[in-house]
């Protein structure tokens, strides 16, 4: 079994931060890429930013870029997401979101957390 926990999430005022972690666990072999999607109500869930565990090169929505930083920790199997300048419109339920190799097949899989509610107020 591959388990994605997130955790992080919560109410934070305009111009705030926080901070999202997600820790992976289970039986994987190897992840290729880590990343965060958001889906706000009444819309299709969307990226927000992916890292590739090989090079650390990561990749950002126009939206958030300048204002999230994705990082993570190979040693811990975690990704973050730094999120700075938070606007409303940031107000979704984000997911983690992996690439990863399981144990049990020679291929790439994708995995989903569960989604950590961040809401943003005026």
């Known amino acids: 079994q591959v388990q994605l926990v997130e955790s992080g999430g919560g109410l934070v005022q305009a111009g705030g931060s926080l901070r999202l972690s997600c820790t992976t666990s289970?039986?994987?072999?190897?992840?290729?890429?880590m990343g965060w999607f958001r889906q706000a109500p009444g819309k299709q869930r969307e990226l927000v930013a992916t890292i590739t565990t090989s090079s650390g090169s990561p990749t950002y929505a126009d939206s958030v870029k300048g204002r999230f930083t994705i990082s993570m920790d190979n040693a811990k199997n975690t990704v973050y997401l730094q999120m700075n300048s938070l606007k409303p419109e940031d107000t979704a339920v984000y997911y983690c979101?992996?690439?990863?190799?399981?144990?049990?097949?020679?291929?790439?899989?994708?995995?989903w957390g569960q989604g950590t509610l961040v809401t943003v107020s005026e």
């Open positions: 289970g039986s994987i072999l190897s992840i290729g890429t």
């Open positions: 979101n992996i690439n990863a190799r399981p144990q049990w097949y020679s291929g790439f899989q994708t995995y």
